[in-house]
């Protein structure tokens, strides 16, 4: 699901997505750097509806990255975020990826709190695009999940 079409983030605001019947949840993000970057903070929100009521921040440590795509068999590395935030690379013309895996109990559910989403702090010269990957609870039950066959 689309959270951020790709741009230079300046005042974005990646859509909400429900949790409700998710039982995992990734945010995959994209960053092509031209030249002269700055860095885009990211980090994570939840609130009570798709709409963003009551919004505040989701604490999270891991994330993964690829620095640099262009690097033949580039690995997906873990890093650790400072204060449930972390900065894009600021390397000029590099492309690269981030995954912040989510499990949608971290959210305080006590307090009716199940939609998120991706914060994209403002950039320069970098272009950021934001994705979620949900897995649904139903996943993997053949009576629920649908069967999909080649003719």
Known sequence: MLGLKPAVPSSASP?????????????LIEVQNATT?????ITLNQATDVSGTNSKALAF??????????AADAPWTRAVAASNTFTTDATNSKNSY???????????????FNCL?????????STVGAHYLLRPKN???PT????????
């Open 139 to 141: 996943a993997g039950n």
């Open 117 to 125: 989403q991706v914060g994209v702090g403002n950039a320069t010269a």
């Open 61 to 70: 440590t891991d994330y993964y990255k690829i620095n640099d795509l262009a």
């Open 15 to 27: 859509a909400w997505i429900s949790l409700k019947n998710a039982e995992a949840v990734g945010v």
């Open 98 to 112: 981030y995954f912040i895996p989510v499990d949608p109990a971290s959210l305080d559910v006590a307090n009716k």
């Open 37 to 41: 970057v700055t860095g885009s903070a």
């Open 144 to 151: 629920l999940t649908p069967k999909f066959t080649a003719n």
